[in-house]
């Protein structure tokens, strides 16, 4: 079956689910761990995306964000692609940090969003990473210590997170705390993160118990919500998905930025391409090269296609940028 174009219009509420490639670490030591923030807070600010609750794990991360004015896909692809060339650069290793496919389901607001931000905040404490909840609050790779105040940063959205929970900064964390504290007993809620009717309704009792009674609700996997709040995804996002990129349609407009930065710098695209090391052209291969992978989330290997010269190649010139 062929895999489901991503649901996202600018302003849509996301839960992301980060997860390394065969259940692998996707961070080893703490430096890994401030990389891995400071990257999606610069990236977060630099492209108008509200992160609301974070949180990061050994082998996968949780992120509950709004996508900004770029979308979802291509803040996602800019912030895993950045962070896995320098993980693999600093770690001495080769190949795929990440699963192919992160895994996002666009969330009912009004229902879901304490629900999550609860759910999010409290993956540490279910992982064995710290021992109690006063110790999740200075948690630094979490976004709980920052809703409670005794964690600064300047990207993650604390205000809209407690104007949810009260009217004042006081009143509103004292609800916060003891709503997360009346979560710690739920578990590890799969009707948050499973699939289609059976996340939205709660489990397979309900979808039973609906069915008998003759109700039928409209479901999409991509969905947490009831059936109203899906119709009205795909609905809006209905124009969206017909502009959604095959991946002939991003070569092409990987070859569209070749063609006119070459213009501009008047030089043959078939000489950059051709692995040519005169300067003029390896100025430009290492614009290019820093464009595809920093400014559009172009793979190293894909980029380094794409301009004709070996994946190491343009490795060498992301460490540089990177140094």
């Not at 991360?61 to 600093?90: C, D, E, Q, W």
């Not at 009674?213 to 709040?229: C, P």
Request: hydrophobic share 35%; with cysteine; glycine share 8%.
């Amino acid at each position: 079956m062929p895999r489901q174009a991503r649901l996202d219009v600018p302003g849509t509420l996301h839960h992301v689910i980060i997860r390394g490639i065969e259940r692998r670490r996707i961070v080893d030591d703490q430096e890994d761990r401030d990389r891995f923030a400071a990257r999606l807070g610069d990236l977060a600010i630099e492209t108008g995306t509200a992160i609301y609750a974070w949180s990061l794990l050994t082998n996968h991360a949780h992120i509950l964000l709004r996508s900004g004015s770029g979308g979802l896909p291509k803040f996602m692809r800019r912030f895993l692609t950045s962070y896995s060339v320098t993980y693999n650069l600093r770690h001495q290793r080769h190949g795929h940090l990440f699963q192919n496919r992160y895994k996002s389901i666009v969330c009912d607001e009004d229902t879901y969003f304490q629900e999550l931000v609860r759910y999010i905040h409290l993956n540490p404490l279910r992982a064995k990473l710290v021992d109690d909840l006063a110790a999740l609050e200075r948690y630094c790779w979490c976004g709980h210590g920052v809703v409670t105040g005794k964690i600064k940063n300047d990207w993650q959205d604390r205000e809209f997170v407690l104007h949810s929970f009260g009217g004042t900064v006081g009143t509103a964390i004292r609800n916060y705390r003891q709503f997360v504290e009346d979560g710690v007993a739920m578990g590890r809620r799969p009707d948050l993160v499973g699939g289609g009717l059976i996340r939205s309704l709660g489990g397979w009792s309900e979808v039973v118990s609906m069915r008998r009674h003759g109700d039928r609700q409209m479901s999409d996997g991509r969905i947490l919500g009831d059936g109203d709040f899906v119709q009205r995804i795909l609905e809006e996002s209905g124009e969206r998905q017909k502009h959604h990129f095959s991946a002939h349609d991003r070569r092409r407009k990987i070859q569209e930025l070749i063609v006119k930065t070459c213009e501009e710098e008047n030089i043959n695209p078939r000489e950059l391409q051709s692995g040519s090391r005169r300067r003029p052209v390896s100025r430009v291969r290492t614009r290019l090269a820093r464009q595809l992978v920093y400014d559009h989330g172009v793979p190293p290997a894909s980029a380094a296609r794409a301009l004709g010269v070996s994946t190491s190649a343009v490795s060498k010139i992301t460490r540089s940028t990177e140094r």
